[in-house]
């Protein structure tokens, strides 16, 4: 019987200021966000084997692939974050083993938002942190899956959602030149994160994107000094700042103005955040009696989340439901990344 070491980190929200956290723009002009950690999580157990095998195993996916030991590990394939954060892993702290099945599952899919990939690849460190007794604080974990990600991995995208898997709760992230983050907590009253989560709706799109194109594009945008997306993430970054002065006051009435103030200079960052689709939902939602919304992550598809104050709710989640997707339950959390040992009786 082999140990099994597991490993749960929280997807997120993000609230206000998306994209101010990619570089260049992080580095030369300072990012700011503000995300939460909701109750939709990236599993992961590590099972010592005795069979000269490495197993990946993708649950939601259901994909599995199989090594032998010494065999080498390409990065082809659909389970590539599981195999890039064992290579890493593996090359800058030397183990030795009999065998390992590694098994993930995440309760959203890529594409959808809410930084599941990144929280995947905090909550894989977090089980090789519990199996080799690693000596990681919260940011050394939150830059270790960062530097996995984009730079070991080359994957387009900011450091926001590694260090909200990572800690977990209301953040208050800045973002600088050189990998410098500072992670502010925040105390919000429980009364005001209960009453966000009875105003907030999250409406699954059901079309996942591709967010490294959006990316890439807004990355080019800063480089070419293209004005109109400069301002627009300046924009987005101050809504960052609002955002953390009403939730801090309980000035919640505030949230979808402020959401919506968000959404109508996101647009202008890149081409591909919203489609006519988006819009038609956004309009409808709106309609229904929402007061702001925005659309999760890069853009282009995936979830959307919709302030509905007072009893609006209802009346939005009827109106969201003659669009293909669904609604999606969830209450914020404040924990984040978790790894534990166990005994496998099987």
């Given amino acids: 019987m082999g140990k099994i070491y597991t490993s749960r980190a929280p997807l997120r929200l993000g609230l206000a200021g998306g994209g101010t956290d ?21 599993y992961v157990d590590i099972e010592e084997t005795a069979d000269g095998q490495i197993v990946f195993e993708a649950k939601d996916f259901e994909k599995r692939e199989i090594y032998d030991l010494d065999q080498e590990i390409d990065l082809n394939g659909d389970l590539n974050l599981l ?30 938002g809410l930084g599941s990939s990144s929280t995947l690849v905090v909550a894989l460190v977090g089980a090789f942190i519990e199996m080799l007794n690693l000596p990681f604080g919260e940011y050394d974990i939150a830059h270790y899956a960062f530097d996995i990600e984009r730079n070991y991995m080359g994957l387009a995208g900011g450091k926001q959602d590694q260090y909200a898997a990572t800690f977990g709760g209301f953040n208050y992230m800045e ?50 000094k293209k004005e109109e997306s400069i301002q627009a993430m300046h924009y987005i970054k101050e809504q960052s700042v609002m955002m953390k002065e009403a939730l801090l006051k309980g000035e919640l009435h505030r949230i979808g103005e402020i959401f919506d103030f968000g959404h109508r200079h996101k647009k202008q960052m890149a081409s591909g955040i919203s489609n006519d689709h988006l819009d038609n939902i956004y309009r409808d939602a709106l309609l229904a009696g929402a007061t702001g919304g925005k659309i999760s992550g890069a853009g282009g598809g995936g979830f959307m989340i919709f302030y509905c104050p007072g009893t609006s709710r209802y009346n939005v989640i009827k109106a969201l439901n003659k669009y293909p997707g669904k609604i999606i339950p969830f209450v914020f959390t404040q924990e984040g990344l978790t790894h534990w040992e166990t005994q496998n009786n099987i």
């Fill in 83 to 112: 195999k890039g954060v064992y290579n890493k892993i593996k090359n800058d702290f030397p183990f030795g083993t009999g065998g390992l099945k590694i098994t993930s599952y995440v309760q959203a899919p890529p594409g959808s």
């Fill in 22 to 42: 990619v570089s260049p723009y992080s580095d030369i002009y300072g990012g700011a966000i503000l995300n939460a950690t909701i109750s939709l999580f990236a």
């Fill in 175 to 224: 973002f600088y030149r050189d990998d410098k983050t500072i992670v502010n907590p925040l105390r919000i009253r429980p009364h005001y994160i209960c009453e966000l989560e009875k105003n907030i709706v999250l409406f699954y799109t059901s079309k996942s994107r591709e967010s490294a194109r959006i990316i890439d594009e807004q990355v080019k945008n800063v480089h070419d």
